[in-house]
Nanobody
Framework: QVQLVESGGGLVQAGGSLRLSCAAS????????MGWFRQAPGKEREFVAV????????AYASSVKGRFTISRDNAKNTVYLQMNSLKPEDTAVYYC??????????????WGQGTQVTVSS
């Protein structure tokens, strides 16, 4: 069992940066790939980034590649999402998830409650 708690969301102007954190409980955190997804009002949940259990592999949505960076610290049971050059279209609730290394939400077993990111123009 893994419990996930996101933090770090907030209101930022376009061009600004935020760093999201996702703290996990449970001894098996390091065995899961960790993903970040986001959901804007009226839209489906979409993939943002994923990192393998060893941090040896990462993948990004084309819309965030070059602006966002996913990382993890298995010693701290935490995964991060550094978001730079934010755009108004990045506004959404951001969720972290634990599961298989995939871009598909159904591949993840555990989800956090989400943290709101709002980017003003």
């Amino acid at each position: 069992q893994v419990q996930l708690v996101e933090s770090g969301g907030g209101l930022v102007q376009a061009g600004g940066s935020l760093r999201l954190s996702c703290a996990a409980s449970g001894r098996t955190f390091s065995s899961y790939s960790m993903g970040w997804f986001r959901q804007a009002p009226g839209k489906e949940r979409e993939f943002v980034a994923v990192i393998s259990w060893s941090a040896g592999s990462t993948a990004y949505a084309s819309s965030v590649k070059g602006r966002f960076t996913i990382s993890r610290d298995n010693a701290k049971n935490t995964v991060y999402l550094q978001m730079n050059s934010l755009k108004p279209e990045d506004t959404a609730v951001y969720y972290c998830a634990a599961g298989l290394m995939s871009t598909i939400p159904d591949s993840y077993n555990y989800w956090g409650q989400g943290t709101q990111v709002t980017v003003s123009s």
